[in-house]
């Protein structure tokens, strides 16, 4: 079977799966903790996306970490992700700038700024980015461009990789199931309002073509250094410098450069594109084609 099916099929299974199993899941946490139906599920999915990983991983032939980009030296790995990470932060740097600058986000003044407020603030934004950025880079950047690159041109697995990633982060629900009225079909339920629908396309556009472009940016850097590390560090660069900048700005809609933000996330739109899109210009100039090991 093609490894472009495969895939497709790995994210139907885990969406299903992980939809099947939200509401025992709640039930069963419900008794020590107080959880929203709708975070429970979306955990249930990605806990599911792991579990199936590593099925998917022998299927598609790997047989070492090695294999899908990670090195076997820890100092080398640890030094590739710092790298990585400033240069995510470099990238993410312009498209702060400019949505200070058209006023698209204002700084938000009644936050307390103090040392445990601001170091609170790093570590949580830290450590979400490197968890985000080894699981997506790892099944995306790692596993998934190897093996459609293995069946079908560089540019079809670039172009089919970015297109997965731009796509998964447009499943959120929209909606807040009534806690008193949860049953085994709830989790499918969220998972139909959270499937993007044709409606949704004008609203998502902006932010899909940056994704995409983000995700086109990872694929390069993997094909010209295979050094998955790089990867996540970029991911995880873009994440910190995110999720830091949204904290303590606010978004403004009344902005009349609005539609430079997207509607993602309210950073994440045209604005980032080009940014996105100057980068990949110098990385193609400044990396050499290296494709030995990605095409074993």
């Known amino acids: 079977m093609p490894a472009l099916l495969i895939f497709i099929a790995y994210f139907a299974i885990a969406l299903l799966s992980g939809a099947a199993i939200s509401y025992p899941v709640h039930s069963l946490l419900e008794n020590w903790f107080e959880l929203d139906f709708d975070r429970v599920a979306s955990r249930s999915v990605l806990l599911m996306a792991i579990i199936l990983f590593f099925a998917l991983y022998k299927r598609l032939g790997f047989t070492s970490w090695q294999a899908i980009g990670y090195p076997s030296d820890k100092k080398q790995f640890f030094r590739d992700l710092s790298k990585g990470i400033g240069f995510g932060m470099l990238i993410m740097l312009p ?3 400019g949505l200070l600058i058209t006023k698209n986000r204002t700084i938000d003044m009644g936050w307390e700024i103090s040392l445990v407020n601001v170091v609170s603030l790093i570590i949580t934004s ?5 968890i985000i950025g080894f699981i997506e880079e790892t099944l995306f950047r790692g596993a998934m ?19 997965f990633y731009a796509l998964v982060h447009f499943l959120q629900p929209d909606i807040e199931l009534d806690s008193d009225s949860l049953n085994w079909a709830s989790g499918f339920v969220l998972l139909k309002n959270a499937l993007p629908g044709s409606a949704d396309i004008p609203l998502i556009l902006d932010s899909f073509i940056a994704l995409f472009l983000a995700g086109a940016l990872l694929s390069i850097v993997m ?7 790089l990867c996540v560090g970029i991911h995880a660069g873009w994440v910190i410098t995110i999720k830091i900048f949204k904290r303590v700005t606010d978004s403004n809609p009344t902005s009349e450069y609005a539609f430079l933000t997207g509607s993602y996330d309210k950073v994440i739109g045209y604005l980032a594109a080009v940014s996105i899109v ?18 074993s």
Do not use: C, P, W
């Open 145 to 163: 461009l190897r093996a459609i690159k293995k069946h079908s041109s560089v540019m079809f697995a670039v172009v089919a990789t970015s297109v």
């Open 126 to 130: 830290l450590v979400a980015g490197l």
């Open 95 to 97: 498209v702060i700038v």
């Open 278 to 295: 100057i980068f990949i210009i110098l990385i193609l100039k400044t990396f050499k084609q290296n494709t030995d090991h990605i095409n």
């Open 223 to 229: 094909l010209r250094t295979n050094k998955i590390a």
